[in-house]
Protein backbone atom coordinates (compact mmCIF):
# COMPACT_ATOMS: atom_id res chain seq x y z
CA UNK A 1 0.00 0.00 0.00
CA UNK A 2 0.57 3.78 -0.54
CA UNK A 3 -0.83 6.56 1.14
CA UNK A 4 -0.44 9.82 -0.85
CA UNK A 5 -1.18 13.44 0.21
CA UNK A 6 -0.98 16.62 -2.17
CA UNK A 7 -0.59 19.77 -1.11
CA UNK A 8 0.22 22.69 -2.92
CA UNK A 9 -2.35 24.05 -5.08
CA UNK A 10 -4.14 27.57 -4.65
CA UNK A 11 -5.49 30.55 -6.71
CA UNK A 12 -2.68 32.58 -9.18
CA UNK A 13 -3.25 34.69 -12.09
CA UNK A 14 -2.01 33.88 -15.57
CA UNK A 15 1.37 34.16 -15.65
CA UNK A 16 2.21 32.87 -12.38
CA UNK A 17 3.81 29.99 -10.65
CA UNK A 18 3.31 27.24 -8.03
CA UNK A 19 4.65 24.14 -7.20
CA UNK A 20 2.83 20.60 -6.14
CA UNK A 21 3.86 18.33 -3.56
CA UNK A 22 3.02 14.83 -2.86
CA UNK A 23 3.87 12.75 0.58
CA UNK A 24 4.17 9.52 0.13
CA UNK A 25 4.10 6.66 2.71
CA UNK A 26 3.84 2.95 3.33
CA UNK A 27 5.53 0.85 0.49
CA UNK A 28 8.95 2.16 -0.34
CA UNK A 29 7.95 4.95 -2.33
CA UNK A 30 11.57 5.15 -4.16
CA UNK A 31 10.70 1.69 -5.75
CA UNK A 32 7.42 3.07 -7.93
CA UNK A 33 7.30 5.44 -10.57
CA UNK A 34 4.88 8.40 -10.08
CA UNK A 35 2.71 10.43 -12.18
CA UNK A 36 0.26 13.92 -11.92
CA UNK A 37 -2.97 13.76 -13.95
CA UNK A 38 -5.73 16.32 -13.13
CA UNK A 39 -9.55 16.76 -13.95
CA UNK A 40 -11.15 20.50 -15.17
CA UNK A 41 -14.31 20.98 -14.34
CA UNK A 42 -16.66 18.70 -16.86
CA UNK A 43 -13.53 16.92 -17.99
CA UNK A 44 -11.97 13.68 -17.89
CA UNK A 45 -9.12 12.90 -15.81
CA UNK A 46 -5.93 13.53 -18.25
CA UNK A 47 -2.34 12.70 -17.67
CA UNK A 48 0.10 15.40 -17.03
CA UNK A 49 3.59 14.38 -16.08
CA UNK A 50 4.88 10.73 -15.10
CA UNK A 51 8.51 10.02 -13.56
CA UNK A 52 10.60 6.87 -13.75
CA UNK A 53 11.56 5.50 -9.70
CA UNK A 54 14.98 6.93 -10.10
CA UNK A 55 14.09 10.35 -11.64
CA UNK A 56 16.11 9.43 -14.60
CA UNK A 57 13.08 9.58 -17.31
CA UNK A 58 10.39 12.20 -17.63
CA UNK A 59 6.97 11.97 -19.23
CA UNK A 60 4.78 15.31 -20.02
CA UNK A 61 1.71 15.79 -22.11
CA UNK A 62 1.70 18.29 -24.91
CA UNK A 63 -0.01 21.29 -23.71
CA UNK A 64 1.99 21.24 -20.16
CA UNK A 65 5.48 20.17 -21.97
CA UNK A 66 8.04 23.27 -21.38
CA UNK A 67 6.18 24.95 -18.76
CA UNK A 68 5.83 21.94 -15.72
CA UNK A 69 8.49 20.20 -14.38
CA UNK A 70 8.02 16.72 -12.23
CA UNK A 71 10.79 15.61 -10.10
CA UNK A 72 11.32 13.73 -6.86
CA UNK A 73 13.00 13.53 -3.59
CA UNK A 74 13.13 9.80 -2.70
CA UNK A 75 15.13 10.69 0.92
CA UNK A 76 12.00 12.69 1.53
CA UNK A 77 9.10 10.20 -0.06
CA UNK A 78 8.47 13.39 -2.07
CA UNK A 79 6.95 14.20 -5.39
CA UNK A 80 6.95 17.47 -7.15
CA UNK A 81 5.34 19.40 -10.11
CA UNK A 82 6.76 22.80 -10.42
CA UNK A 83 4.17 24.87 -12.70
CA UNK A 84 5.45 27.95 -14.73
CA UNK A 85 3.81 30.11 -16.54
CA UNK A 86 0.36 28.96 -15.96
CA UNK A 87 -2.92 29.46 -18.06
CA UNK A 88 -6.10 29.41 -17.04
CA UNK A 89 -6.68 26.30 -19.01
CA UNK A 90 -4.35 24.69 -16.42
CA UNK A 91 -7.33 25.30 -13.47
CA UNK A 92 -8.09 21.33 -12.38
CA UNK A 93 -7.45 19.55 -9.86
CA UNK A 94 -4.56 17.45 -9.37
CA UNK A 95 -3.70 14.43 -8.48
CA UNK A 96 -0.62 12.43 -7.85
CA UNK A 97 -0.93 8.63 -8.66
CA UNK A 98 1.93 5.84 -7.94
CA UNK A 99 3.15 2.36 -9.59
CA UNK A 100 2.02 2.04 -13.13
CA UNK A 101 1.70 -1.15 -14.22
CA UNK A 102 2.94 -0.23 -17.44
CA UNK A 103 1.31 2.92 -19.66
CA UNK A 104 3.10 6.14 -17.62
CA UNK A 105 -0.20 8.03 -19.63
CA UNK A 106 -3.07 5.99 -18.84
CA UNK A 107 -4.87 6.64 -15.49
CA UNK A 108 -5.99 3.01 -15.13
CA UNK A 109 -2.13 1.99 -15.26
CA UNK A 110 -1.94 3.22 -11.44
CA UNK A 111 -2.75 1.32 -8.26
CA UNK A 112 -2.37 4.58 -5.92
CA UNK A 113 -4.25 8.11 -5.96
CA UNK A 114 -4.53 11.25 -3.69
CA UNK A 115 -7.33 12.83 -2.88
CA UNK A 116 -6.26 16.01 -5.06
CA UNK A 117 -5.42 19.39 -4.75
CA UNK A 118 -7.61 22.68 -6.53
CA UNK A 119 -5.27 24.68 -8.95
CA UNK A 120 -7.36 27.54 -9.58
CA UNK A 121 -5.64 29.86 -12.80
CA UNK A 122 -7.44 33.91 -12.79
CA UNK A 123 -7.19 35.69 -16.48
Known amino acids: QVQLVESGGGLVQAGGSLRLSCAAS????????MGWFRRAPGKEREFVAAITWSGGSTYYADSVKGRFTISRDNAKNTLYLQMNSLKPEDTAVYYCAADPSGNYYSDQSYDYWGQGTQVTVSS
Open 26 to 33: GRTFSSVA
